[in-house]
């Protein structure tokens, strides 16, 4: 009689024992009540208890019942402060308070460049600064975001307000305020209903092309302020930089000496080892310029002044639009609501990934949207996530959304104090603090890599940068994600379908374009498609397989792996019906399935497609493995022995690969088995079994295949579609190799 109890031995490794234990624990709830119990299992006090090796069945299966779904949706409505406040220690006051008082010295002189930005006064930046850090502590779940004026917000709200047309600058500044107060109920809904997954349609070459050009835009917008020019705006960038190459001929020279001073002394110092990042490079440079402003009086030798700055704390003042406004703004809401969550939610996800946290996406949508909305009330603009105030709130200590608080409360004292001092702040500074900034946001890394790597969504990225420059920020941004999802649906509808081949002296089945040694059995065609079969790629599909059996006069068989399957649709149902059906009814060749998860094998025989199978062929035609399938239809069909799969592909294919060494030359082996075993499920059982199968001599692989007994026939040489034997290349080190996909 078999024994239950288990002893790890000094030799044995914890995986066997985990995987030993899983199966005594099986054979134990198995045992009928007649057994006598079995001894109990032995625990070492150096391994966890075996419960745990199941805890994750556990909580997947929590993932489908109502009182999980209820509780995850109720915690998404209830603010992190909740969470974090009783918890915070008096040890956390001096890094909140050291990392607040350093992003208010950044964010001070950040956000009159970024309200210039925008295209509203200087003072406007200030409000954003006090009121959205605040607001954003309330509800936001990530510890070290820093939220307030951005560049890329700025220019968004530029572009969508000047879309339609103000007359006046009340009404410019009432339109952009109301843009904020849009795109915050916009991120409020989303985060109601838990709809922020539509965020992951913008892919991540999608953005970074948007961004590096809205970076582009954003440094040509203040090139007439850095040269003391005016030149007409344009929703389009070449109309835009053609008018300022027009006026480049009045050019200020006090104003160009003093943007060139200010890039100078900030540019280089983000690249000064000894300069750290918190040094208030930016606030020095204001300082000096608007110094410089009053003592030289440089209004009377033309330079432009950002003039008087009321003092004190905005009023509350709902912003009022008429349906006209409304309906204009929809879009470029929609698009900095869309933007701002996906910066804010990757950045959120880097920090809390540093300090071992956790953030809650739902809330994250939801404390943007308040930050936005409740700004709008006192005459903020559109605010987002700041990538470098961010790092330096992480840097200097911040343990908790504190620091926000008290970067609010620093700039409220600006406002209430200080805002004399920037009445001769000339606005080239403003202009060159902007460049300074947004320059480094051109990714021409990410492009290069892409080049090399993905050419595809280099394309992409390509897309996005062209279309934003040529039809504006707003349009480009939505023709982007646009042109992004028609490619996911053509990529979609066009699957990658691979023939399949056995690897000497295993189990193992992997693609005959990488493994070219790989063994296959003339008369059988085992494939796999790499995706789910639905309504929009079942028919290229249907057709790929009913050429494959066209062009081999002499297949009986096709097996379908469906390891890579993961749902099955009613249209794809339906017309694999009608492919079984023509198969057997013009070629007498069976479509097999092999490896298919459970629930798809529940799908077919719900929808009668097993038992139709089997009733056409009147045997078995849905397998657990890919090797049992190639197993019981070799001995059905009396196939020949196992050939390389490279003697049987096309001469193109043929030539595209390595010509056989000599026969004087040494023959190299072939790839070892743990070449393999990186992403391979074994499938011969037991643990121990499959080792000794795998090391014994008589399965090595560099054993080769029996000869074929006398009398057999010959292995016919037959031509694959090219659509499945054709190379695929990439690109790793600026060199072109074949892929190993599995």
Not at 369 to 396: C, E, K
């Given at each position: 009689?078999?024994?239950?109890?288990?002893?790890?031995?000094?030799?044995?490794?914890?995986?066997?024992?985990?995987?030993?234990?899983?199966?005594?624990?099986?054979?134990?709830?198995?045992?009928?009540?007649?057994?006598?119990?079995?001894?109990?299992?032995?625990?070492?006090?150096?391994?966890?208890?075996?419960?745990?090796?199941?805890?994750?069945?556990?909580?997947?299966?929590?993932?489908?019942t109502l009182r999980h779904k209820l509780h995850r949706l109720l915690r998404g409505f209830v603010p992190p402060m909740v969470y974090w406040l009783p918890k915070y220690r008096l040890s956390y006051i001096k890094g909140d308070l050291v990392a607040g008082i350093t992003v208010a010295v950044m964010l001070i002189p950040q956000s009159m460049a970024y309200g210039y930005l925008a295209g509203v006064p200087a003072i406007y930046g200030l409000y954003s600064a006090f009121i959205t850090p605040i607001l954003y502590a309330l509800f936001g779940s990530s510890m070290q975001l820093s939220v307030g004026p951005v560049a890329v917000t700025s220019i968004l709200a530029a572009s969508g307000v000047e879309g339609l047309s103000p007359a006046t600058e009340d009404d410019y500044i009432r339109l952009c305020i109301a843009l904020a107060m849009l795109s915050g109920l916009i991120l409020i809904i989303l985060g109601v209903f838990n709809i922020g997954f539509i965020v992951n349609f913008m892919a991540a070459p999608v953005l970074s092309g948007f961004i590096s050009a809205s970076a582009i835009i954003i440094i040509v917008s203040q090139?007439?302020?850095?040269?003391?020019?005016?030149?007409?705006?344009?929703?389009?960038?070449?109309?835009?930089?053609?008018?300022?190459?027009?006026?480049?001929?009045?050019?200020?020279?006090?104003?160009?000496?003093?943007?060139?001073?200010?890039?100078?002394?900030?540019?280089?110092?983000?690249?000064?080892?000894?300069?750290?990042?918190?040094?208030?490079?930016?606030?020095?440079?204001?300082?000096?310029?608007?110094?410089?402003?009053?003592?030289?009086?440089?209004?009377?030798?033309?330079?432009?002044?950002?003039?008087?700055?009321?003092?004190?704390?905005?009023?509350?003042?709902?912003?009022?639009?008429?349906?006209?406004?409304?309906?204009?703004?929809?879009?470029?809401?929609?698009?900095?609501?869309?933007?701002?969550?996906?910066?804010?939610?990757?950045?959120?996800?880097?920090?809390?990934?540093?300090?071992?946290?956790?953030?809650?996406?739902?809330?994250?949508?939801?404390?943007?949207?308040?930050?936005?909305?409740?700004?709008?009330?006192?005459?903020?603009?559109?605010?987002?996530?700041?990538?470098?105030?961010?790092?330096?709130?992480?840097?200097?200590?911040?343990?908790?959304?504190?620091?926000?608080?008290?970067?609010?409360?620093?700039?409220?004292?600006?406002?209430?104090?200080?805002?004399?001092?920037?009445?001769?702040?000339?606005?080239?500074?403003?202009?060159?603090?902007?460049?300074?900034?947004?320059?480094?946001?051109?990714?021409?890394?990410?492009?290069?890599?892409?080049?090399?790597?993905?050419?595809?969504?280099?394309?992409?990225?390509?897309?996005?940068?062209?279309?934003?420059?040529?039809?504006?920020?707003?349009?480009?941004?939505?023709?982007?994600?646009?042109?992004?999802?028609?490619?996911?649906?053509?990529?979609?509808?066009?699957?990658?379908?691979?023939?399949?081949?056995?690897?000497?002296?295993?189990?193992?089945?992997?693609?005959?374009?990488?493994?070219?040694?790989?063994?296959?059995?003339?008369?059988?065609?085992?494939?796999?498609?790499?995706?789910?079969?639905?309504?929009?790629?079942?028919?290229?599909?249907?057709?790929?397989?009913?050429?494959?059996?066209?062009?081999?006069?002499?297949?009986?068989?096709?097996?379908?792996?469906?390891?890579?399957?993961?749902?099955?649709?009613?249209?794809?149902?339906?017309?694999?019906?009608?492919?079984?059906?023509?198969?057997?009814?013009?070629?007498?060749?069976?479509?097999?399935?092999?490896?298919?998860?459970?629930?798809?094998?529940?799908?077919?025989?719900?929808?009668?497609?097993?038992?139709?199978?089997?009733?056409?062929?009147?045997?078995?035609?849905?397998?657990?493995?890919?090797?049992?399938?190639?197993?019981?239809?070799?001995?059905?069909?009396?196939?020949?022995?196992?050939?390389?799969?490279?003697?049987?592909?096309?001469?193109?294919?043929?030539?595209?690969?390595?010509?056989?060494?000599?026969?004087?030359?040494?023959?190299?082996?072939?790839?070892?088995?743990?070449?393999?075993?990186?992403?391979?499920?074994?499938?011969?059982?037991?643990?121990?079994?499959?080792?000794?199968?795998?090391?014994?001599?008589?399965?090595?692989?560099?054993?080769?295949?029996?000869?074929?007994?006398?009398?057999?026939?010959?292995?016919?040489?037959?031509?694959?579609?090219?659509?499945?034997?054709?190379?695929?290349?990439?690109?790793?080190?600026?060199?072109?190799?074949?892929?190993?996909?599995?």
């Amino acid at each position: 009689m078999r024994s239950h109890s288990v002893t790890p031995g000094p030799s044995r490794d914890y995986d066997d024992y985990i995987a030993m234990r899983a199966e005594v624990e099986f054979t134990l709830r198995s045992a009928t009540p007649q057994r006598p119990s079995p001894a109990p299992v032995a625990r070492p006090a150096a391994l966890p208890p075996l419960r745990d090796s199941v805890s994750a069945i556990e909580v997947l299966a929590r993932q489908h019942t109502l009182r999980h779904k209820l509780h995850r949706l109720l915690r998404g409505f209830v603010p992190p402060m909740v969470y974090w406040l009783p918890k915070y220690r008096l040890s956390y006051i001096k890094g909140d308070l050291v990392a607040g008082i350093t992003v208010a010295v950044m964010l001070i002189p950040q956000s009159m460049a970024y309200g210039y930005l925008a295209g509203v006064p200087a003072i406007y930046g200030l409000y954003s600064a006090f009121i959205t850090p605040i607001l954003y502590a309330l509800f936001g779940s990530s510890m070290q975001l820093s939220v307030g004026p951005v560049a890329v917000t700025s220019i968004l709200a530029a572009s969508g307000v000047e879309g339609l047309s103000p007359a006046t600058e009340d009404d410019y500044i009432r339109l952009c305020i109301a843009l904020a107060m849009l795109s915050g109920l916009i991120l409020i809904i989303l985060g109601v209903f838990n709809i922020g997954f539509i965020v992951n349609f913008m892919a991540a070459p999608v953005l970074s092309g948007f961004i590096s050009a809205s970076a582009i835009i954003i440094i040509v917008s203040q090139l007439p302020a850095a040269f003391g020019i005016k030149a007409p705006k344009s929703d389009y960038f070449f109309v835009t930089l053609f008018q300022i190459a027009k006026s480049l001929g009045k050019s200020n020279l006090w104003t160009m000496i003093m943007s060139a001073s200010a890039l100078l002394v900030m540019i280089p110092a983000k690249y000064a080892r000894r300069v750290p990042r918190w040094f208030p490079v930016q606030l020095l440079v204001l300082g000096l310029g608007a110094l410089f402003g009053w003592s030289l009086a440089l209004g009377r030798y033309g330079v432009s002044l950002v003039g008087p700055v009321p003092s004190g704390l905005p009023h509350p003042r709902l912003p009022r639009l008429s349906s006209a406004e409304f309906i204009g703004l929809l879009t470029p809401s929609l698009v900095l609501a869309l933007l701002d969550y996906v910066g804010a939610i990757a950045l959120a996800k880097k920090f809390a990934a540093l300090g071992k946290q956790q953030v809650n996406a739902n809330a994250e949508l939801l404390a943007l949207g308040f930050a936005n909305f409740g700004g709008s009330f006192l005459q903020a603009h559109p605010v987002g996530a700041s990538l470098s105030r961010s790092a330096v709130n992480n840097d200097m200590g911040a343990q908790t959304p504190v620091a926000n608080v008290i970067t609010g409360l620093m700039v409220m004292v600006v406002l209430l104090s200080l805002t004399f001092v920037f009445q001769y702040l000339p606005k080239c500074i403003l202009a060159a603090t902007v460049i300074s900034t947004v320059y480094t946001l051109v990714d021409y890394r990410e492009a290069r890599r892409l080049l090399r790597a993905h050419k595809q969504d280099f394309f992409l990225l390509v897309v996005s940068l062209f279309a934003t420059l040529g039809v504006g920020i707003s349009l480009g941004i939505l023709a982007a994600v646009t042109f992004s999802v028609v490619m996911l649906l053509y990529r979609s509808s066009n699957p990658n379908i691979v023939v399949l081949g056995k690897l000497p002296g295993t189990q193992i089945y992997r693609n005959v374009r990488s493994f070219t040694h790989a063994l296959v059995v003339p008369g059988l065609t085992i494939i796999r498609v790499d995706a789910d079969l639905y309504f929009g790629n079942i028919c290229s599909i249907k057709d790929i397989i009913w050429e494959i059996a066209q062009s081999d006069p002499e297949l009986k068989a096709i097996v379908l792996d469906g390891n890579g399957i993961n749902y099955i649709d009613s249209t794809a149902v339906s017309q694999l019906s009608d492919l079984i059906d023509d198969l057997h009814a013009q070629k007498k060749i069976p479509l097999c399935f092999a490896g298919c998860h459970g629930y798809i094998l529940k799908g077919l025989k719900q929808a009668g497609l097993r038992d139709k199978m089997e009733k056409i062929v009147g045997r078995q035609c849905v397998f657990s493995s890919v090797h049992e399938a190639a197993v019981t239809l070799r001995a059905r069909y009396d196939l020949v022995d196992e050939v390389p799969a490279l003697s049987l592909m096309t001469t193109a294919v043929s030539e595209a690969v390595p010509p056989p060494a000599a026969a004087d030359e040494a023959v190299p082996p072939p790839p070892e088995f743990e070449d393999y075993v990186d992403d391979v499920v074994i499938e011969t059982g037991p643990l121990e079994a499959a080792r000794a199968e795998v090391n014994s001599p008589s399965t090595s692989p560099a054993a080769s295949p029996p000869p074929s007994p006398a009398g057999s026939r010959s292995p016919t040489r037959r031509v694959l579609p090219a659509i499945e034997l054709e190379p695929l290349l990439v690109t790793v080190g600026g060199e072109s190799c074949p892929t190993t996909d599995a």
